[in-house]
């Protein structure tokens, strides 16, 4: 007994139709899942780390990116990526605000050593003294849970 179905081009159709007017059903559901994505993602690491060491993921990935082929980010970028990009970007302003201060306090922080005349080997010192502190913050904040 085979299972009967809409075609694929129907099903595509009644999606693409009816999945737009369910914005607001999507920002409901997902406000009210915020708790539970925590809780269970926090609960899923083991899953998640036994996964990630398995054999076979470095396959399913390569398979994955092959399946799909180059030219479906790319025009994803094209038909969506420049219209959501703008509104993406005004919505993360108080995002970007808090991530990005403790790594601004900590640029502001670091004193350079002196500079040295163009061409000085000496002035990668300067680079070395502002990407060593960056490192270590990040090192701090990830073994604080930040």
């Known amino acids: ?3 009967e179905t809409k075609s694929l081009s129907d099903a595509q159709a009644n999606w693409q139709s009816v999945t737009p007017g369910r914005s607001q059903q999507y920002a409901d559901r997902a406000a009210a899942s915020v708790g539970k994505w925590a809780q269970k993602t926090t609960a899923g ?3 998640y780390q036994q996964a990630v060491a398995g054999a076979s993921v470095a396959n399913r990935i390569r398979a ?3 399946g799909r082929g180059s030219q479906r980010y790319p025009a ?3 038909a969506v990526g420049a219209s959501r990009f703008s509104a993406g970007v005004q919505a993360a302003g108080g995002d970007y605000s808090q991530g990005f201060a403790p790594y601004l306090q900590v640029i502001q922080g670091v004193t350079l050593p002196a500079k040295g ?5 000496r002035n990668y010192d300067l680079t070395r003294a502002v ?4 490192h270590n913050a990040r090192i701090r904040a ?3 849970g930040g």
């Open 76 to 78: 994803k970028i094209r």
């Open 64 to 66: 994955n990116v092959a």
């Open 1 to 3: 007994m085979t299972i």
């Open 45 to 47: 690491i083991p899953n």
């Open 117 to 121: 005349p163009r061409g000085d080997p």
């Open 131 to 134: 990407g060593d502190a960056l």
């Open 142 to 144: 990830t073994a604080s």
